[in-house]
């Protein structure tokens, strides 16, 4: 207790010396929908040494917790280490690489836990589990990392908890995970007090970038350089619905530049840091630029000879393809329709890692395997006569890839940026457990989305330096009319057995194209959206008998229309009370929101994951006439957001007809107008919970 008083009365007097920089408007507000409130947060991170064999990094972490509801002693009982320094990031990547910000060689020097409730003081003991996590690692096969899951027990709302840590871990074993180091000072819960000291060795060089953050205070002793930081009430808004908080809340980002990554230029003897870009694409450059040097040369072999196979069927397809785009094409509608993924989980554990890769005898098979995928790609383009970059991005929701941040190269999915003969850009993602996506198709997180473009020269060589010129480009958007879904269903209702019959047609187009054709097929779909996206037409929560389904037909080229049939009976949408009956139309429109937004302390601007429109329409028809007895009202809003509109209606005595009609505008909203989001968020809920009650007519 002493120990926490003095750190607390410490943090306390700096606080009150230096600036506060951070969001404090709101911060009472934020509270409201809060499960746990931060008191103060004291976190130390430091570099030793200045050669990358020697150094280490050190982390120690102080902070007090108070309990705000039940949710919340849940929350704060469980603690994993090592904690990731950013937050914010989510790696999309294929399963079996399980691609995680992990640390190798982790040793815990401290962790205690004590609870304080009713002011008074006392330690708790933490159950341990150690949790083995195998991942793929700098050596391409599977590695093996722990997290440290310590739980405690006794909390109750009201109580706080400090929790106190301190570990460290091997430089060189951990390096591509920390030369591009961002952190976030914001978190999920409000803190009252944070404070940040970051430190590193006076004689490394570094590289820091403080954005929409202004500089710390910095202060120097006989071997470090320590960066300090101290804010006072910042929200807990990082984890807003709908917000992308890089792009608004303060951030830091670390580079260490041990004096090991120097190079010399080949004709000279001036010396200069390779660009750290270009290491975090060594891993899976060194197999592309393998394979393009193998096609340059002129190599003949079975393994090439199946991809000129495979290249001359294309161009014999496409004899007027003067772009180059129509070979493209073939190419990844080959892959996607035509070939099996494996995730190569007998070469990752080091059982055929001494086989001869043979990429272009396996994608003649029909078979992708996860680690010559990429070669795949690099093999197969020159062969349809197609130059290409290799184009490294992120999620748009978690950052933007640039100067400043780049450390999604490491273990983020990379796409082709394929150059076509009008001087044209296609990307394409290459096919995994987690995406089977035609040329040119790019999920909305990746739609203006900055790219950093590599090619196979840019690396140093023979008489050759690296490029120092670091290419970023965006990838290509789509519009409001690219994007809708359009369903239409006949229906067959029989009140007295409860039971009815859907004669449903799906259309997609653009992102509801990309997001949701594949769950009604058994391939592979996107787990980081919205889970509504992933919710089928006939997903309505009762007996479900699925008579037939298909695929009326899927464009391979933009904006990917796609079509779908599907017949379905369902038991338990209609009830009967006495001679009354009840339509139940809960989940019959799965229009996309997000249930859990709230306006109230509303801290960041809001993104849409697109624009586009989604229109619902259910005709329903009845074997004898009905007398509506309730039904409910029409409703419609239009603001600068979007559009709503939802309606049911009796179309003759044995006739209900449902519409509903969702249009997103704007892909930007100010927080300040964040209302214009919930008022169509809150009637589209409405219009969810709506019913009709009917009866047979009565017999005059």
């Known amino acids: ?315 014999a397809m496409a004899p007027d393809d003067s772009s180059g785009i129509t070979k493209l094409r073939y190419f990844q509608r080959y892959v996607i329709d035509s070939t099996r993924y494996d995730n190569d989980y007998n070469y990752f554990i080091n059982q055929e890692s001494y086989k001869k890769d043979k990429p272009g005898t396996e994608l003649l098979g029909g078979v992708i395997k996860e680690h010559t995928k990429e070669s795949i790609y690099a093999g197969m383009l020159p062969k349809i006569n197609h130059t290409f970059f290799t184009a490294y991005t992120a999620d748009t929701r978690d950052g933007y890839i640039s100067r400043e941040y780049y450390a999604p190269m490491y273990d983020n999915e990379l796409l082709f940026a394929s150059i076509l003969h009008n001087k044209q850009v296609a990307f394409v993602l290459p096919k995994s457990d987690k995406r089977n996506l035609f040329a040119e198709e790019l999920p909305f997180y990746y739609e203006n989305a900055p790219a950093i473009l590599i090619y196979a020269s840019d690396y140093a060589g023979y008489k050759r330096n690296f490029n120092d010129l670091l290419r970023i480009s965006n990838t290509p958007g789509s519009t409001v009319n690219d994007n809708y879904r359009k369903i239409n269903s006949m229906a067959k209702a029989d009140p007295e057995k409860g039971i009815i019959e859907f004669s449903t047609r799906i259309s997609l187009s653009g992102q509801y194209s990309t997001l949701t054709r594949n769950i009604y097929t058994d391939k592979q779909v996107d787990s980081t959206i919205n889970p509504i996206y992933l919710s089928k037409v006939y997903d309505l929560g009762a007996d479900l008998n699925l008579i037939n389904q298909t695929f009326d037909h899927v464009d391979y080229y933009f904006p990917f229309n796609a079509s779908v049939n599907a017949v379905y009976r369902i038991s338990g949408l209609i009830s009967k009370d006495g001679e009354n009956f009840e339509l139940d139309l809960q989940n019959w429109i799965k229009h996309v929101i997000l249930p859990d937004l709230h306006t109230e302390g509303r801290l960041l601007n809001f993104y849409s994951d697109f624009a586009g429109t989604d229109s619902w329409a259910y005709m329903i028809s009845f074997p004898e006439p009905i007398e509506v007895i309730e039904m409910p009202d029409p409703i419609e809003i239009d603001n600068d957001y979007g559009s709503f509109k939802f309606s049911v209606k009796q179309m003759g005595d044995k006739q209900i007809l449902v519409n509903s009609y969702l249009q997103v505008k704007a892909l930007f909203v100010d927080k300040q107008d964040i209302s214009n989001v919930s008022n169509i968020y809150d009637l589209v809920k409405l219009a969810d919970k709506s019913v009709v009650k009917f009866k047979k007519p009565t017999v005059q």
């Open 1 to 315: 207790m002493k120990n926490r008083i003095s750190l607390l009365l410490f943090l306390s007097a700096f606080f009150f010396s230096s600036k506060s920089q951070m969001l404090e408007t709101g911060f009472e507000a934020s509270l409201k929908n809060e499960t746990a409130l931060i008191t103060w947060d004291s976190l130390h991170v430091s570099y030793n040494g200045e050669k990358a064999g020697l150094m280490t990094v050190s982390i120690q972490r102080s902070i007090c917790y108070k309990i705000l509801n039940k949710e919340g002693i849940y929350e704060v009982s469980n603690l994993s280490l090592p904690q990731p320094i950013d937050e914010m990031y989510r790696p999309h990547s294929s399963g079996i690489r399980n691609a995680r910000r992990l640390y190798t060689e982790i040793k815990i020097s401290k962790i205690s836990f004590e609870m304080i409730h009713d002011g008074i003081s006392s330690k708790l003991v933490p159950k341990l589990q150690h949790e083995q996590i195998k991942v793929v690692n700098d050596e391409g096969l599977f590695g093996e990392d722990y997290l440290y899951n310590y739980s405690v027990e006794g909390l109750d709302i009201g109580d706080e908890l400090v929790v106190q840590y301190s570990y460290y871990f091997p430089f060189p074993q951990n390096w591509f995970q920390l030369l591009s180091t961002r952190l976030f000072f914001h978190g999920k819960y409000p803190k009252e007090l944070m404070y940040v000291d970051w430190s590193y060795d006076k004689h490394l060089e570094v590289d820091t970038n403080f954005i929409n953050l202004e500089k710390p205070k910095i202060s120097t002793d006989e071997s470090k350089v320590h960066y300090f930081w101290t804010f006072q009430n910042l929200p807990g808004c990082i984890d807003e619905p709908g917000a992308r908080a890089h792009a608004e809340l303060p951030w830091f980002s670390f580079t260490p530049k041990p004096y090991d990554l120097l190079y010399e230029h080949y004709n000279t003897f001036e010396q200069e840091f390779i660009p750290f870009w270009y290491l975090f694409g060594l891993l899976r450059e060194e197999r592309i630029v393998a394979e393009l040097f193998n096609n340059e040369i002129g190599i003949q072999n079975k393994d090439h000879e199946c991809f000129q196979k495979l290249a001359d069927r294309w161009t």
